[in-house]
């Protein structure tokens, strides 16, 4: 598979189609599986991790899902490219900065990853856009089923799937979902919407940027136990806060328009504006006014932008794909002189984006 | 040792995983049963946003029963619990069985279960059992094997190589290139 070919298409979950996409940027289930034959990953011999990673191959590919699959040496590619994996949620950041034998299988729509060598033998991924955990889980289960009939994942009686870690021991289930809360952000309700959803043991973290640190109003929430319930009890557990959270999001938005409508409507003009001018930009402070463009659009603010354009400048302007993109190396200063020429272009190109007003 | 947040002695003795980071915490009883219940609820002065997978790693003991424990080995893979302890992840399956009366509280704290209610793989065309333990012995095997090798006791080595061959096709793993 060649990865130039990524930095042209844009990966599915990146479409801004599916139910309340709005709000809801992306789902995300995965599952971590272990081959009973092996230590795990991180006692694993250097030569352990070679036979793992061909054996995991190697079975993969005569499932049936398997065979539509690229699959690509992680271990061998050059950094640019594992970050730009990592840019399109198709590898983690942990997967990318390992060491030795490792891999992953995606396929043609992004949609389907199966990374081989991460904290655990396997981990299985399905990314589908807007809110759609339902086609998400049928997805995964599919694909789990498939790989199960070929592979003996290490399996427990009483302590279910066993995983490296026992945080994510029994079901092995990740079940997450990327939230746009901009309006939650401006308005300040953030941290209490979030302190309520830790007493129901549900997870929140930043989706870009190092750490916790969320940037550009992205939020991930997801299940933080894995045992004791059904893989749909969790589905379920995620699912049912989500219609929550975007009801709360649409009643700030409307607050927004309704009570500082001029206020608004300046902010996100102004982040237009730069987005359309600066001469050198940074990553962060990109994310940041991309998010807010993205709120004016939806908001009807900001006419003649598309949403899945919005989208796809968020992976676009990365550095991964910024380099990518370019064709060359670059440093820091150069990378936010490249992201503002870039945007300045696309822009351009785009035309458009007057007020509707 | 003294607890951290007061003179009492320190009688639990946690370690705390998140997101692949381990914190030991050192705490007198009241204190710690501060912190399980202000971990449990989640909670705390600073919600913290951070850790997708956070949830307290907390294994209580008092330090004689740890010196003890921390010793204990995996028959198969050799990891101590001291090492589990310290890095926060296990090292083979069979760390489950081995160290199951350890894991037991450990697990209850992080999931608030002690039992896997999900899926189970399918087996049943193949008429292998849903647990895995006889194919995880190999590793065990695996091992023993080299032992054997180093101390050119090539005929028990054999023994083991057909051994570990017996299990891995019982269970469609082709042998080794
Ligand atoms: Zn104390
Ligand atoms: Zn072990």
Known sequence: ?357 | MKCQKCDKPAVFHITELETGEVRELHLCEDHARAYLNQAETGGGEEPSQGGGLTGPLTVGQTADELALLDKKACDMCGITFFEFRNQGRLGCPHDYVQFERELEPLISNIHGATRHTGRRPDRAATGQPESTAELTSVIGLREAMRTAIGQEDYERARELRDQIRDIEARWHVPPKA
Not at chain 1, 113 to 126: A, G, P, T, V, Y
Not at chain 1, 287 to 315: E, F, H, P
Request: hydrophobic share 40%; charged share 25%; proline share 3%.
């Open chain 1, 1 to 357: 598979m060649k990865l130039d070919a990524l930095t042209q298409a844009t990966g599915e979950w990146l479409k801004g189609t599916g139910p309340e996409s709005d709000i809801v940027m992306s789902s995300r289930i995965r599952l971590a599986r272990n081959l009973a034959q092996f230590p795990f990953v991180a006692r694993a011999s250097d030569q352990d991790r070679e036979e793992i990673e061909r054996f995991l191959r190697e079975r993969i590919a005569t499932a049936p899902m398997g065979r539509d699959l690229d699959y690509i040496d992680v271990g061998r590619l050059e950094e640019v490219d594992r970050q730009l994996l990592v840019e399109r949620q198709l590898i983690s950041r942990e997967h990318a900065e390992a060491q030795g034998a490792r891999g992953v299988a995606i396929d043609k729509v992004e949609q389907v990853s199966l990374m081989i060598n991460e904290e655990d033998h396997l981990r299985i991924q399905c990314l589908h856009s807007g809110l759609d955990l339902q086609g998400a889980w049928s997805q995964i289960s599919m694909v789990d089923d498939q790989i199960g009939c070929v592979v003996p994942y290490a399996f427990h009686e009483r302590w279910g799937y066993l995983t490296a870690c026992p945080t994510n021991v029994g079901t092995g289930i990740r079940v997450s979902v990327m939230l746009h809360l901009p309006a939650l952000v401006i308005t300040r309700q953030i941290d209490k919407v979030f302190r309520s959803l830790h007493k129901i043991s549900l997870a929140v973290r930043g989706l870009y940027g190092e750490g916790s640190q969320a940037m550009g109003d992205f939020y991930q929430i997801s299940n933080q136990t894995t045992l004791g319930r059904t893989e749909e009890e969790l589905v379920a557990q995620v699912g049912e806060v989500v219609p929550v959270l975007i009801d709360y999001e649409r009643r700030a938005r409307e607050f927004l328009v309704r009570e500082t409508q001029q206020n608004v409507h300046d902010q996100v003009s102004r982040a237009f504006g730069i987005l359309r001018t600066a001469q050198t930009i940074t990553a962060e402070e990109t994310m940041q006014l991309l998010s807010r463009v993205r709120m004016g659009v939806l908001l009807g603010l900001i006419g003649d932008v598309k949403i899945a354009d919005i989208n796809s400048l968020l992976v676009r302007t990365q550095p991964a794909h910024l380099q990518k993109i370019r064709g060359i190396e670059l440093d820091t200063k150069d990378h936010n002189i490249e992201r503002a020429r870039y945007l300045r272009q696309h822009f351009e190109a785009a035309g458009g984006g007057a007020s509707p007003n």
